[in-house]
T-cell receptor
Framework: AQKITQTQPGMFVQEKEAVTLDCTYD???????LFWYKQPSSGEMIFLIY??????QNATEGRYSLNFQKARKSANLVISASQLGDSAMYFC??????????????FGAGTRLAVHP | AAGVIQSPRHLIKEKRETATLKCYPI?????VYWYQQGPGQDPQFLIS???????DKGSIPDRFSAQQFSDYHSELNMSSLELGDSALYFC????????????FGPGTRLTVL
């Protein structure tokens, strides 16, 4: 069965510094996708970044980058130059080809990030 | 850019009542997903539809049903509501394709009293 583990319930970072949010995953699929979503206190779920299991390069989207280490089954999110607006809950999620179901996303428990001025 | 639209945004119901949640996907997205997020929890997959056919089913109670219509909008029908059904219900949409990102709507916050 597929599983996502986020071991950091809460993190804080000073404004303008970089922060890494950890995510490890478990799957028997060879083909899978990894996603990060941001959920502010207002509740919406905002897509940040995607990494495919066959992608050789780490994904980047603006200030977000995904540190993908396939052998370690980790997909950590790195936020550079943190801003106050980055304060939110961050979810790591996975989509598997077979074992998890073709369509559904499986989420980790989330990490709540607080950015301090 | 157009986003996923969900209505209503907030809904208050009594126990044993019924509720209908609506979802309008991003134009040209043919796949719709429903998720339930309880207080302080991660979202849990309920059900998905591709081209108006159910494509995958998760932990959706038998009291719930859903469908996707010819215009690709989807409705989640919930009957015999229980206190434990109080949650944030997300609809997400994507183009067909395994690698395609699911884009979430703002959610419907259901409170069952």
């Amino acid at each position: 069965a597929q599983k996502i583990t986020q071991t950091q319930p809460g993190m804080f970072v000073q404004e303008k510094e970089a922060v890494t949010l950890d995510c490890t995953y478990d799957t028997s699929d060879q083909s899978y996708g990894l996603f990060w979503y941001k959920q502010p206190s207002s509740g919406e779920m905002i897509f940040l970044i995607y990494q495919g299991s066959y992608d050789e390069q780490n994904a980047t989207e603006g200030r977000y980058s995904l540190n993908f280490q396939k052998a370690r089954k980790s997909a950590n999110l790195v936020i550079s130059a943190s801003q106050l607006g980055d304060s939110a809950m961050y979810f790591c999620a996975m989509r598997g080809m077979f074992s998890g179901g073709y369509n559904k996303l499986i989420f980790g428990a989330g990490t709540r990030l607080a950015v301090h001025p | 850019a157009a986003g996923v639209i969900q209505s209503p945004r907030h809904l208050i119901k009594e126990k044993r009542e019924t509720a209908t949640l609506k979802c309008y996907p991003i134009p040209r997205h043919d796949t719709v997903y429903w998720y339930q997020q309880g207080p302080g929890q991660d979202p849990q997959f309920l059900i998905s539809f591709y081209e108006k056919m159910q494509s995958d089913k998760g932990s959706i109670p038998d009291r719930f049903s859903a469908q996707q219509f010819s215009d690709y909008h989807s409705e989640l029908n919930m009957s015999s509501l229980e206190l434990g059904d109080s949650a944030l219900y997300f609809c997400a949409s994507s183009p067909s394709g395994f690698t395609d990102t699911q884009y979430f709507g703002p959610g419907t916050r259901l409170t069952v009293l």
